[in-house]
Structure formats: structure tokens, C-alpha cells
């Protein structure tokens, strides 16, 4: 494996671990927020108020007033994405072709939930360093896909899942 591709490996498992992070403790609770209050665990962690001040910080609409649409796509992070991340992140090095694939539909369906995000984030006003985080969702899938599909296939006949 070329240095290159090494870094590239640690990039994306660390970006897999940080997002797995953001769906348990910001996605979950956009979702929740409107069932909980400041009495509920995510309310004494302060969670409210850090919603609160990111949608403030960064011209947040989403997060502030998520639409029905964007509670879907959250949704669909917390059913199917959290999953993958976790198990991902500890099996990247592996190479399985499982997670070849899977990884190539994750890393799909990650860009194309931003299709309809970031133009509108553009449209509500968001400021540059709101754009830049959710810019980390664009890049990295983009890394991911280059790297699933540059770096040598996973080896058939090994305790790798062979292809098919």
C-alpha cells in the first residue's frame, strides 16, 4: 500500500468514527428535539442550546427548522448510515469486498443526500463555515469513492468474502 492510500485509509476511518459521532449526538437529536425538552437527558447536556447556537453560527435553517425532507434523510442516517460507519470504521483495514461495496453505496447515497442540501443551505442565507462542515460530507465521500475505486480489490480465496 502506497503512503498515499495510508493517509487515505486513516482520513477515512477517522471521518466514519466523526460521523458516526454527529448521527448519535446532532442528527438524532434534530430528529428528537421536537419530542424532548431542557428536562430530558439531551436537555441537561445542553444539547438545546448547541443546536441552537450552530443554526445561529452558521445561518443553520436545517437545523434550526428541519423540513420534512431533511428529517428523512436523517432519518435514513440513523436507520442505515450509523450502522455501516461503526462497523466500517473497525473493518476499513480489512479490505473485505462486502465492504467494498457497501462502502461504494454509502459513499453514494452520502453525496447524493447533499444534492438537495447544499443549495439549500445556499438559498436560507447559510454563512461559510456552515457550508465548509457540511463541505466535509462532499469531500470525504469523494475520497472514499476514489480510494474503493483505485486501490487493488480485495484478494479472492483469503478469509476475505470472495467476489462474485
Same mark, same amino acid.
Given at each position: 500500500?502506497?503512503?498515499?492510500?495510508?493517509?487515505?485509509?486513516?482520513?477515512?476511518?477517522?471521518?466514519?468514527?466523526?460521523?458516526?459521532?454527529?448521527?448519535?449526538? %446532532?442528527?438524532?437529536?434534530?430528529?428528537?428535539?421536537?419530542? %424532548?425538552?431542557?428536562?430530558?437527558?439531551? #436537555?441537561?447536556?445542553?444539547?438545546?442550546?448547541?443546536?441552537?447556537?450552530?443554526?445561529?453560527?452558521?445561518?443553520?435553517?436545517?437545523?434550526?427548522?428541519?423540513?420534512?425532507?431533511?428529517?428523512?434523510?436523517?432519518? +435514513?442516517?440513523?436507520?442505515?448510515?450509523?450502522?455501516?460507519?461503526?462497523?466500517?470504521?473497525? !473493518?476499513?483495514?480489512?479490505?473485505?469486498? /462486502?465492504?467494498?461495496?457497501? #462502502?461504494?453505496?454509502?459513499?453514494?447515497?452520502?453525496?447524493? !443526500?447533499?444534492?438537495?442540501? +447544499?443549495?439549500?443551505?445556499?438559498?436560507?442565507?447559510?454563512?461559510?463555515? #456552515?457550508?465548509?462542515?457540511?463541505? %466535509? /460530507?462532499?469531500?470525504?465521500?469523494?475520497?472514499?469513492?476514489?480510494?474503493?475505486?483505485?486501490?487493488?480489490?480485495?484478494?479472492?480465496?483469503?478469509?476475505?468474502?470472495?467476489? !462474485?
Amino acid at each position: 500500500m502506497s503512503p498515499a492510500c495510508s493517509v487515505a485509509d486513516v482520513i477515512i476511518v477517522a471521518y466514519l468514527v466523526v460521523h458516526a459521532l454527529v448521527i448519535v449526538f %446532532v442528527d438524532s437529536f434534530v430528529l428528537m428535539r421536537p419530542f %424532548v425538552g431542557g428536562n430530558s437527558p439531551w #436537555g441537561a447536556l445542553g444539547m438545546t442550546g448547541l443546536l441552537d447556537g450552530w443554526a445561529e453560527l452558521a445561518g443553520d435553517e436545517l437545523v434550526a427548522r428541519p423540513p420534512l425532507w431533511f428529517s428523512s434523510i436523517l432519518t +435514513v442516517e440513523v436507520i442505515f448510515q450509523l450502522p455501516y460507519c461503526l462497523i466500517a470504521a473497525a !473493518t476499513w483495514h480489512r479490505r473485505s469486498l /462486502w465492504m467494498e461495496r457497501v #462502502g461504494l453505496v454509502y459513499a453514494a447515497h452520502v453525496l447524493t !443526500t447533499m444534492v438537495p442540501i +447544499v443549495p439549500e443551505l445556499v438559498a436560507s442565507g447559510a454563512r461559510p463555515a #456552515g457550508l465548509a462542515v457540511y463541505g %466535509v /460530507w462532499v469531500a470525504l465521500p469523494l475520497l472514499m469513492l476514489w480510494r474503493l475505486l483505485t486501490a487493488p480489490p480485495a484478494a479472492e480465496g483469503s478469509s476475505k468474502a470472495k467476489r !462474485t
